[in-house]
């Protein structure tokens, strides 16, 4: 069994390591961008301090990890994963309806999800870690330290919309919800509909003068 236990952890942290950078990259680029948002761009620049946190804990997980790094995971990691979901449920900051599910969210969620479960079963599996270690202590702290990072980044956003009250990024936010799809699809549909009767009245109004002049 220690032989088994002192193989299986060295995958495990290369497992970590690898979700944890690509997910540090996704969301330094592309995530990123999809949030530019007008001056001050608080969304961009969360995203990529996060990405570059992501970055770190996965070169560390694979070349130096320690109980500390395993922490900062699962706060950063575990954190923006739960973040994703609450946003789901509840307003996003700056903005008047929740996230709305995305392929690239969902695929960013997924490789947070898998860096997390490794990352307990590395600290279960790990030869100085596992014998004051047990799955349930693991798991259940692991879950407080999750839902303290998801807790953090979410009233810290939301303090920083009573700092900038006048703030909005509805129409400047790229990543909308199908319900604001929806609602825009109706009011362009709406705007084209407006146009085209005002330019038929206009053309009315220019045949009934050109009549009149013509008589």
């Not at 999809?34 to 990405?51: K, R, S, W």
């Not at 008047?96 to 600290?123: P, Q, T």
Request: charged letters at 15%.
């Amino acid at each position: 069994m220690f032989n088994y236990i002192q193989k299986i952890h060295h995958p495990l942290r290369h497992i970590v390591g690898a979700c944890s950078i690509v997910a540090g990259l996704l969301h330094t680029t592309i995530v990123a961008n999809m949030h530019l948002t007008p001056f001050p761009p608080l969304e961009t620049i969360f995203f990529i301090g996060i990405g570059i946190l992501q970055i770190a804990i996965g070169f560390f997980f694979f070349f130096k990890p320690n109980i500390s790094i395993y922490r900062l995971g699962l706060l950063i990691n575990g954190g923006v994963a739960m973040l994703y979901i609450f946003m789901q449920f509840l307003p996003v900051p700056f903005m008047d309806s929740s996230e709305g599910f995305d392929v690239l969210g969902l695929l960013v969620l997924v490789i947070e999800i898998i860096a997390v479960k490794s990352s307990i079963a590395w600290l279960i599996t790990h030869n100085k870690y596992s014998k004051n270690t047990n799955f349930f202590f693991a798991t259940s702290s692991a879950t407080v330290i999750i839902f303290v990072g998801a807790l953090g980044f979410y009233s810290s956003s939301m303090g920083m919309e009573k700092i900038f009250p006048e703030r909005n990024i509805v129409h400047s936010h790229r990543h909308t919800t199908s319900k604001e799809r929806h609602k825009t699809k109706e009011y362009i549909e709406n705007d084209n509909h407006h146009k085209i009767q005002g330019k038929e009245s206009t053309e009315d109004v220019k045949n009934h003068e050109h009549t009149e002049d013509h008589h």
